[in-house]
């Protein structure tokens, strides 16, 4: 199943054609609920958020594209790098578009060879919410393991990491 993911998405670091698709993705219900500031964002605020992008430098957001129709399937970042450490986050697909297993391992994998061949990293750190239990799965698969507990608005976070 791996190998054909590869045939069917590619993935490329983010442009500003994509953020409105970003945005409306990111304020679906089923989507903000895995992520800690669950706000719905306005137009308004995206956009402030991708001007601050673009001026950051230890911020990598990546777009996973189909090659059928080369549209947006959906997002994944590598983000607060400092001293050879980032965090893997904001994974979030358009599962109305793209219902094919493995494509979280397939993108969290491209990540990860892409902190270490191009960031240089050494670490990969992660929260996520403990009853995400699909994604959790998709962590341990790829090798990160627990390292800590913490509450968001009453629900339990897991924070993992990988040494890469």
């Known amino acids: 199943m791996q190998n054909n993911i590869v045939h069917d998405v590619c993935i490329r670091e983010l442009v500003e054609s994509d953020i409105e698709f970003l945005r409306l993705l990111r304020n679906k219900e089923e989507n903000r609920k895995n992520f800690i500031y669950q706000k719905e964002i306005s137009y308004e605020e995206q956009l402030r958020w991708y001007d601050r992008y673009k001026n950051t430098s230890n911020d990598y957001m990546y777009t996973i594209i189909s090659k059928k129709d080369e549209?947006?399937?959906g997002f994944a970042a590598i983000y607060d790098v400092t001293n050879n450490i980032g965090e893997f986050?904001?994974?979030?697909?358009?599962?109305?578009?793209?219902?094919s297993p493995g494509l979280g391992k397939y993108v969290l994998n491209h990540l990860i060879d892409i902190s270490r061949e191009?960031?240089?990293?050494?670490?990969?750190?992660?929260e996520v919410f403990k009853d995400n239990i699909a994604a959790i799965k998709v962590y341990k698969f790829c090798g990160f393991h627990e390292y800590g507990e913490s509450t968001s608005n009453g629900r339990k976070i897991i924070h993992m990491e990988l040494n890469i």
Not at 89 to 97: E, F, Q
Not at 118 to 126: I, V
Request: net charge positive.
């Open 71 to 73: 549209m947006p399937l």
């Open 118 to 126: 191009k960031l240089e990293l050494q670490r990969l750190k992660l």
């Open 89 to 99: 986050g904001r994974l979030i697909v358009d599962k109305t578009r793209y219902t």
